[in-house]
Structure formats: structure tokens, C-alpha cells
């Protein structure tokens, strides 16, 4: 089992490969039965298994920003196996150009330094209730 810093650690290289425009980096961090869960009054929100399913999930959503950034403001662990971040996250609407910002929380669940879940919440607080009780469940 990883340490809550290694467990951040991962997190932040997780973000950063994404943001750099390193998916492959992200989708060798993850299981290949990896969990997908994009909360309710999100756009695309649902449940998603698999690298692949994330890669067409995640492509849908950048395909809508002309511009879109994130920054990780904040880290702190969750039981034994979970992080909670919050994320703040910047965009400008393809087409639209409505600009958008908010702070989201993100759920990591690591088994030793591989991700087995992701979660997108709206905010922080939804992401605490989501590691807790995936952290009570054993995961389930």
C-alpha cells in the first residue's frame, strides 16, 4: 500500500500528464478495469469502465473548450486508499466563448500505485461524501 504522499504524488502526475497533453502517461496510470465517475450536474456525467471508455469520456469534454485549465489546489487523503482533491478548473466555450470557472473535487483510489477509480465532483464536499463512503464500502 502506497503512503497518502505517494498517493498525492500520483494525483498531481496524473493532473500534470493531462494537462500537458499526455493521455497515454494517464491511461498507463490506470487499471484496466478502471472506474469513471462524473457527478450529477456535470456535463457528460455518468459511470465509465476502462481506459477507453475515460479516453472517449475525457475527448468529449475538451472537444466542448476552446481554452481549459486546471490547477490543483489542494490534497488531502481519505482513508486508506483515497485522495480528495480540489481542482480548480478554467474554460472558454468552443463556439460560445463563455468562460467558465469553478472548483471541482476530484476522487483518486489507488491499489498500490495504480488508479482504480476517478471520481468528478462539483464541489469538494461531494467528493469527501464519495471517498468516505467508498472508503466505508471497501471500495464497492
Avoid: C, K
Avoid at 481519505?78 to 470557472?101: D, I, K, N
Amino acid at each position: 500500500m502506497s503512503t497518502p504522499q505517494r498517493r498525492a504524488e500520483l494525483a498531481r502526475e496524473a493532473v500534470d500528464a493531462y494537462l500537458a497533453g499526455d493521455l497515454d502517461r494517464v491511461l498507463g496510470m490506470m487499471s484496466p478495469d478502471v472506474l469513471v465517475v462524473s457527478g450529477p450536474g456535470l456535463p457528460e456525467s455518468g459511470r465509465f469502465r476502462g481506459p477507453e471508455e475515460f479516453r472517449a469520456w475525457t475527448g468529449r469534454w475538451i472537444e466542448a473548450w476552446e481554452e481549459f485549465d486546471m490547477e490543483m489546489e489542494s490534497i488531502e487523503p481519505v482513508g486508506e486508499r483515497h485522495m480528495v482533491a480540489g481542482v480548480r478548473q478554467r474554460g472558454r466555450g468552443r463556439g460560445s466563448g463563455v468562460e467558465v470557472e469553478m472548483t471541482t473535487g476530484h476522487v483518486y483510489e489507488f491499489e498500490d500505485e495504480t488508479l482504480v477509480y476517478f471520481g468528478l465532483h462539483t464541489s469538494l464536499d461531494q467528493a469527501v461524501e464519495d471517498a468516505t463512503a467508498r472508503e466505508e464500502s471497501g471500495g464497492a
